[in-house]
């Protein structure tokens, strides 16, 4: 293991592997402990001003440490490092505790300790605290750089149009997509007010989906999404759903969604039938999963909204949901089962799930197969189906192998809830056959799966 060790002649460390003892000065100069950047004296950037190295190391957790800076103990970057006798070094607090636990012997080299002070290893700390002061300060003048950036683009949107506005555009959209400061800064320097205004009956698709890009990114208060709610806003948004890049038909409906967050929303907004067909195809692509995930979840919001399941159903939705039903991964199946269960409320929910010949068996396949929510919601579909039609549908679901899928249910550790409605289920589907063939069909389904 990587191990500073103190000499009477100079200081040295061992670098990962354990053959190669350099002095600290060849180190830094090598690049071994920096990438061969100068190190930052004193650690205040010029300005005289030591920095916290505690307050350095939480905010540059995520940056790759040199080896030889992490104790071995608790393999976090040391701020106190002391060296034991042995010459390894450790964090001051853990060593301290190994010590006290009445541990005699290195951690690393498990050698007994023939001395137990501890040597506060200044060469070693002054490193680190250089060495995290030439990073800090990096990377935030790196922030500072792209917040200036971000001021320099929105100036220039002020002024460009055409191919210049989208390439502004588009610059401005990877910043704020790379870079949390940048969002602030587009937010509190007007930025929202500027992009919105490009947003709008002659805004061109190009232009559009850039802004929107943008927008996504950024966090909308109240009064910003009843800005973007204009009828002539939506309405790009919703044309774009339809006709835009798989990149630009996700951003708006993730932009779709964040407006259904706000509490002044009005469902008539998603009720188009154009945005809801734009969805449905969204949702048939199996080429691009992030937008069959992104269809369904705005899917689901949208027919949490009572006022507009039946559009949801007239445009044809509960067949081609059935449909890709066996296609979808696990997250998918949860959200199309969801939107069918809500959908299965309304009437016409109910007799366009019986219509659909695939409804029961790709619902039956999922009892007890993805999850126990899923299992419910199944059984919820399939109770509404059965229950509109027991002679027709009964059967059917019987020769799917509801029978022995139910029998599963009772007999496992679902909660009770469930168990009462397979049971409920169960009771349905026998009354259409004598019982000798309704046990011999529940053996002969069990027999097959």
Not at 119 to 134: A, C, E, G, V, Y
Not at 373 to 398: D, F, K, M, R, Y
């Amino acid at each position: 293991m990587p191990m500073y060790q103190p000499s009477s002649r100079r200081r040295e460390y061992e670098v990962a592997g354990g053959g190669h003892v350099l002095d600290l000065e060849t180190a830094v100069k090598d690049g071994i402990l920096g990438g061969g950047d100068r190190v930052v004296s004193g650690g205040g950037g010029g300005t005289g001003e030591k920095l916290d190295l505690k307050k350095m190391v939480e905010e540059l957790d995520s940056i790759e440490v040199p080896s030889v800076f992490i104790c071995p103990i608790s393999l976090e970057p040391m701020q106190d490092p002391v060296t034991l006798c042995t010459g390894q070094t450790y964090e001051r607090s853990n060593i301290l505790k190994w010590l006290s636990l009445g541990h005699f012997t290195c951690p690393t080299t498990m050698q007994e300790l023939w001395e137990e002070s501890v040597t506060p290893n200044k060469t070693l700390h002054q490193l680190i605290h250089s060495w995290f002061s030439q990073k800090y300060l990096a990377v935030k003048k790196r922030s500072e750089d792209v917040q200036g950036r971000a001021l320099e683009i929105l100036e220039t949107l002020k002024k460009v149009k055409g191919q210049a506005r989208v390439q502004a555009l588009k610059e401005l959209r990877q910043v704020v997509t790379a870079h949390d400061s940048a969002k602030k800064t587009v937010v509190d320097n007007g930025g929202f007010g500027l992009i919105s205004s490009m947003l709008g009956r002659f805004t061109t698709h190009a232009v559009g989906s850039e802004a929107i890009g943008i927008l996504v990114n950024l966090d909308l208060d109240l009064e910003s999404r009843a800005n973007l709610m204009q009828p002539a806003k939506v309405s790009l948004v919703v044309d774009m759903l339809n006709e835009g890049s798989i990149e630009t038909k996700v951003n708006c409906t993730k932009l779709i969604e964040m407006l259904m967050s706000g509490r002044d929303f009005e469902s008539e907004i998603v009720s188009s039938l154009s945005l809801l067909a734009g969805l449905l195809r969204l949702v048939k692509d199996k080429r691009h999963p992030n937008g069959v995930l992104a269809g369904l979840g705005l899917l689901k919001l949208i027919s949490s909204h009572e006022g507009v399941r039946s559009s949801v159903v007239s445009i044809g939705a509960i067949p081609q949901l059935v449909e890709i039903l066996p296609n979808l991964n696990a997250e998918c199946v949860e959200l199309s089962l969801y939107i069918l269960e809500v959908l299965s409320t309304l009437p016409e929910g109910r007799l366009a799930l019986k219509d659909c010949p695939n409804t029961i068996p790709n619902t039956v396949k999922l009892l007890m197969k993805v999850s126990e929510n899923c299992t419910q919601l199944s059984l919820s579909i399939l109770w509404a189906v059965c229950g509109l039609a027991p002679e027709e549908c009964a059967s059917v679901a019987v020769d799917a192998g509801l029978a022995a899928k139910l029998l599963l249910v009772i007999q496992s550790g679902c909660n009770p809830v469930l168990k009462q409605r397979s049971a409920e289920l169960l009771k349905l589907c026998s009354l259409n056959y004598t019982a000798t063939i309704f046990i011999s069909k529940c053996k002969l389904t069990r027999t097959i799966q």
